[in-house]
C-alpha cells in the first residue's frame, strides 16, 4: 500500500517544509538497496529532473561520511545539490545533508539547506521504502520567492512530487 503523496508539512512562518512518501515493494531489501544507490539507475528514476549523481568514493554509492552530488532540477528550477551521507546502514537506512544550490529563473542563486532520510524495512508485504526530506527555503526576498512559487508549482493537478517519482520507479521496476 502506498501513501499517498502530500505536500508535507510547510511552516509559513519559518518556510521549513517536511514531506514524507513511501511504496511497497515486492522484493528483497539488498536489492533494491543495490539498484536504487547506483547512480545510473537513481538518475534513470526521475529522467526528466535527474541530471547526475556521484558518490565520492571508490565504489560510487552511499557510505557514512561520503560526500555526493547531485545535478538535478527541482519544481523547474534548475538545482546543484552537495553534500555529505551522514549514517548509510545497508539495506536499511541512508540519512544525507546538502545545500542545494538553485538558479530562480535560471540566473538568481539562491541556497537552500537539504536533507533527507531514505529507509527500507521489511514488512509482511514486502519491503517499505520511505524517503523523508527536510528543507528551509531562505529568509530573503528571494527565499520567499521560490517558497511561494514552489507551493504553487506543488498545486498544479497534475503534479507528481519529485522524491515520490522516484520511489514510483524502483517500485515499478523492482516489483516481482
Known amino acids: 500500500?502506498?501513501?499517498?503523496?502530500?505536500?508535507?508539512?510547510?511552516?509559513?512562518?519559518?518556510?521549513?517544509?517536511i514531506a514524507h512518501f513511501e511504496v511497497i515493494i515486492k522484493n528483497d531489501p539488498d536489492v533494491i538497496w543495490e539498484y536504487a544507490y547506483n547512480p545510473q539507475t537513481w538518475t534513470e528514476s526521475n529522467a526528466e529532473e535527474h541530471l547526475g549523481l556521484i558518490f565520492y568514493n571508490d565504489i560510487d554509492r552511499p557510505?557514512?561520511?561520503?560526500g555526493f552530488y547531485q545535478k538535478e532540477t527541482v519544481g523547474g528550477v534548475s538545482s546543484d545539490l552537495r553534500g555529505h551521507i551522514l549514517w548509510a546502514e545497508r539495506p536499511k537506512m541512508c540519512i544525507w545533508l546538502g545545500v542545494g544550490k538553485y538558479k530562480l529563473f535560471g540566473f538568481i542563486p539562491l541556497d537552500m539547506p537539504v536533507s533527507g532520510v531514505i529507509e527500507l524495512e521489511l514488512t509482511s508485504d514486502g519491503t517499505r521504502m520511505s524517503h523523508t526530506l527536510y528543507g528551509r527555503y531562505p529568509d530573503s526576498l528571494?527565499?520567499?520567492?521560490?517558497?511561494?512559487?514552489?507551493?504553487?508549482?506543488?498545486?498544479?493537478?497534475?503534479y507528481i512530487p519529485h522524491a515520490y517519482k522516484e520511489l514510483l520507479y524502483f517500485k515499478n521496476k523492482l516489483d516481482k
Not at 142 to 158: C, L, Q, T, V, W
Open 1 to 17: 500500500m502506498e501513501t499517498k503523496p502530500s505536500h508535507g508539512r510547510i511552516d509559513p512562518h519559518t518556510q521549513f517544509v
Open 63 to 66: 557510505e557514512t561520511g561520503v
Open 142 to 158: 528571494f527565499g520567499r520567492i521560490f517558497f511561494s512559487s514552489a507551493k504553487e508549482y506543488m498545486n498544479k493537478p497534475d
